[in-house]
């Protein structure tokens, strides 16, 4: 999962990142984890001075930061990431973009009050390298989001289809650790959400998005269904 080459081949064009994000909305509790982010950036952002500096690492497509844009328009916020087309799909939503990569960010130390990485940790290479990259480049204060999924996320359908669980470098499970090493304080919001699927074809296209070395096999039946996901939103000072 953080093969260079696979996740370069992966984030050339938006169609698979589309395909993933599409089938999920929000589980028994209602609570969306994008909303959770928003309410985590709006309480560290700090308070007086001039216009607070965010940067979001991994953007995509821009979608996130589109919303942080309209929603906190008080913020200077700067996206990045190391595919050009998502570079090029952000700037087209209104968001300054550039082409970086978290384990060597283009910005002088101590640039930025927040930073956030939603969903993209586990593509890292060398994990700790790109965290200590956001420690360096956090104003003394300053607070990092992170978001992941579990280990379970979604693994009913993987083994529905001839697949296991996925182990990542920074999940659920895992991420709380990674963070302290380089972290003083780690708080933690666990979300369950859901994968809708109306048919056979739909979780096809959603498994084979993710561009494994498998031979997916879906249920022929009992369509439509929803599996369950597992995010957590951590924040970390």
């Known amino acids: 999962m953080n093969d260079p080459d696979h996740v370069r081949d992966q984030y050339a064009t938006e169609g698979s990142l589309q395909t993933r994000t599409s089938v999920w909305r929000p589980g028994p509790s209602g609570v969306e984890p994008q909303d959770l982010v928003v309410a985590e950036v709006r ?50 939503r209104g968001v300054p973009a550039q082409l970086q990569d978290v384990q060597h960010l283009l910005a002088p130390d ?25 420690r360096r480049v956090l104003r ?14 979604v693994a009913d359908l993987r083994r529905d289809a001839g697949g296991d669980a996925v182990r990542t470098t920074f999940s659920r499970e895992n991420g709380e650790g990674a963070l302290r090493r380089h972290f003083d304080r780690v708080t933690r919001q666990d979300v369950e959400t859901r994968a809708v699927f109306p048919d056979r074809d739909a979780a096809l296209a959603y498994l084979e998005s993710s561009g494994e070395d498998l031979a997916w096999s879906p249920p022929d039946g009992g369509w439509p269904r929803e599996y369950a996901g597992q995010v957590t939103v951590f924040t970390a000072t």
């Not at 101590?110 to 990485?117: E, G, Q, W």
């Open 140 to 153: 003394p204060g300053g607070t990092f989001i992170a978001v992941t999924n579990g280990d379970e996320h």
């Open 43 to 92: 309480a560290a952002l700090p308070t007086g001075g001039g216009m607070p500096d965010v940067l979001e690492v991994g953007c995509g497509t821009g979608y996130f930061a589109a919303r942080l844009q309209a929603e906190l328009p008080g913020i200077a916020l700067l996206a990045v990431d190391q595919s050009p087309r998502f570079v090029e799909l952000t700037r087209e």
């Open 110 to 134: 101590a640039s930025y009050d927040v930073v956030l990485a939603l969903w993209m940790l586990y593509h890292v290479r060398d994990l700790d390298r790109g965290l200590a990259e956001v």
